[in-house]
């Protein structure tokens, strides 16, 4: 199989995957549903052909395995997730799990083995769109998985156990499916840019350097509603007005920061009528930086100026964090090879850190971690129009190879 035709094959495979939703005109395959399973299905037939033997965990991702060239070899692990968010793209997960199959499908076509073996994953869940909690499909892999949140039940009721169960696997047994780390070199992985770096410099792949962390907050403001018509503005304590003011703040303080973002997504207003004066505003607050010590001091700044503008305004203020979680490295003897590799090609190496979440954030929990960013259309993701073209993805299945020789060259066996 030529490289142009791997490259055609993996966007074909991209486009019968995006069949596989929950509903007609949107893709949205979400943890442990139908569609899910045929996806699993069918990446598990795929793998079968690239002469992987096939095997799905306790969780319910799908785990390929080529063996290596010899017995007590180590074990190099590829892929991404299967789930999708609502109205998703094509391309966020399944190329990645996809680029790996084609890498060992062409070393299968060649008889050749490497002195590693690979293991291919297609994680049942990353996004964490059912539950509500990202990364289930890594996390147990990594061993990390949370057993609490078994209970937990989805929009229709249904607790994770029995989702899980439903799905084939075994809830009661998830730490049998932690992934033993003595034999691994690491975890590597294939995924769209989601942003317009590597597009604006040219560029086919980028190397990451970490991903970057990230806070969540859900702040409330509490004022006082009333009557639209009968209040004085000067007697008004309106919630919305002050969350607007907070929110400007916020603007303009992550603005001049380099690096530093911060995004205010959802703003939920009450009573939420035309004609009366908001009572309580609650808006949700994310902030990243790739620095945990300049994110943490940027957050407790926007913190402080919430609370001055509500003193100054009547308005109480709770300031509730939902999430924290700090920047990962990718492991900087991977990012040297992948630099390599793509210079090797002959494209220049950038490096460059991840906004989004990924599996390696859990997977850095069991091993070194590495990710290959393939530029995306625009630097659109999580929705319908995102897109990647087969040059880039056909430049994407070589660095993996060249990767692939490089490491294999220090397992002193090449
Ligand atoms: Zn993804």
């Not at 949700?284 to 700044?301: G, Y």
Request: proline share 4%.
């Amino acid at each position: 199989m030529t490289l142009e035709t791997a490259a055609n094959t993996i966007m074909e495979r991209c486009d019968i995957l995006a069949r596989f939703s929950e509903e007609p005109d949107r893709l949205v395959r979400r943890f442990a549903t139908p569609p899910m399973k045929q996806a699993s299905e069918t990446i598990a037939e795929w793998m079968r052909a690239a002469g992987m033997t096939v095997h799905q965990d306790n969780i319910g991702n799908v785990i390929g395995r080529y063996e290596a060239n010899h017995a007590d070899a180590k074990t190099l692990m590829l892929g991404s997730h299967l789930d999708t968010v609502r109205d998703a793209g094509k391309y966020d997960g399944p190329l990645g799990v996809l680029t790996a199959i084609a890498c060992v499908e062409r070393l299968h076509e060649r008889q050749e083995r490497l002195p590693f073996a690979i293991e291919v994953y297609g994680f049942a869940d990353e996004e964490g769109l059912r539950y509500h909690s990202a990364y289930l499909g890594s996390s147990v892999v990594a061993g990390t998985f949370d057993q609490n949140i078994l209970d937990r039940t989805d929009n229709a009721g249904i607790p994770l156990a029995e989702a899980i169960r439903t799905f084939g696997g075994d809830p009661d047994n998830l730490v049998a499916s932690k992934r033993p780390s003595d034999d691994l070199l690491g975890y590597c992985e294939v995924h769209i840019e989601q942003g317009p770096r590597l597009e604006a410099l040219n560029l086919p792949v980028g190397v990451v350097s970490a991903i970057t962390g990230h806070s969540r907050f859900s702040i409330d403001f509490i004022g006082q509603a009333g009557h639209a018509g009968t209040v004085p503005m000067h007697m008004r304590r309106d919630a919305l007005f002050a969350a607007a003011r907070v929110i400007e703040g916020i603007e303009k303080t992550a603005r001049p920061q380099q690096g530093l973002v911060a995004t205010v997504g959802q703003v939920t207003v009450e009573p939420g009528a035309s004609n009366v004066i908001p009572g309580k505003v609650t808006i949700s607050l994310d902030v990243r930086h790739q620095d945990d010590l300049i994110r943490h001091l940027a957050c407790h700044q926007l913190e402080e100026q919430a609370h001055q503008i509500c003193a100054s305004r009547g308005i109480a203020t709770q300031w509730q964090e939902v999430q924290d979680t700090d920047t990962i490295r990718c492991t900087p003897h991977f990012i040297r090879l992948m630099e390599q590799s793509i210079e090797q090609l002959g494209y220049d190496a950038h490096v460059l850190p991840s906004g989004a979440g990924h599996d390696s954030v859990a997977l850095v929990e069991l091993t070194n971690v590495a990710m290959l960013f393939v530029r995306c259309k625009g630097g659109i993701s999580h929705h319908p129009a995102e897109s990647v073209m087969a040059e880039d993805v056909a430049v994407a299945i070589q660095v993996m190879e060249q990767f692939f020789t490089l490491l294999a060259h220090e397992q002193g066996q090449a």
